[in-house]
């Protein structure tokens, strides 16, 4: 009797057969093409959590009205832009933290034009 040893397929990745020293045209020969940084991005957008997309997409809104609005904000970069930069760099939770310290921050003494960049 002979025992049959079953191997695991391994699985493959779309990077398994990308070869960074790589420089050629051939096709199926893409690291670091367009395809593959479309790839990325979209590996990267959908690892973020529900409720950060619906924050981005709250401020993402936010900023299409506010140019309407008479107030103007008086840092730079603008809180919107400050807010999408400080979730990006850490996070949801510190993210908003840090724009709710911004927004705090903000008075009427205060002159436009500040420079109040995200640590």
Known sequence: MSVRKSR??????WWDSCNPACDCDIPGCDCFSL???VRLSSVLFF???RSERVVVGAIHGYRKVSP???TRCRYTPTCSAYALQAIDR???RAGLRLTAGRLARCRPGVPYGTGDPVP
């Open 35 to 37: 395809s593959t940084m």
């Open 68 to 70: 309407k609005l008479p």
């Open 90 to 92: 850490h996070g949801l």
């Open 47 to 49: 690892e973020k959590s």
């Open 8 to 13: 695991k397929k391994k699985k493959s990745h």
